[in-house]
Nanobody, 119 residues
């Protein structure tokens, strides 16, 4: 079992920055990959970014590439999403998720944190 708790969301003006955190507990954090997803009102959940268990590999959706950075601190059991140059279209509930088994679906999810970007 893995428990995930996101934090760091809020209201920010366009062009601003936020850093989301996701604290994990349960299984050994350094043994699995992590991802960030988001869901805007009326839209399906979409992939934002992912990071390998070691942090050596990262992946981004085209819509956030160059603006968002995913990172992890295995000593703190935490994954981060640094979001810069935010746009109104980034407004969504952001979820972190754990991929416990490599190349499988994300099995564990947090409850999400709201990010609202005003124009």
């Amino acid at each position: 079992q893995v428990q995930l708790v996101e934090s760091g969301g809020g209201l920010v003006q366009a062009g601003g920055s936020l850093r989301l955190s996701c604290a994990a507990s349960g299984r050994t954090f350094s043994s699995y990959a992590m991802g960030w997803f988001r869901q805007a009102p009326g839209k399906e959940r979409e992939f934002v970014a992912a990071i390998s268990w070691s942090g050596g590999s990262t992946y981004y959706a085209d819509s956030v590439k160059g603006r968002f950075t995913i990172s992890r601190d295995n000593a703190k059991n935490t994954v981060y999403l640094q979001m810069n140059s935010l746009k109104p279209e980034d407004t969504a509930v952001y979820y972190c998720a754990a991929q416990v088994v490599a190349s499988s679906a994300y099995e564990y999810w947090g409850k999400g944190t709201q990010v609202t970007v005003s124009s």
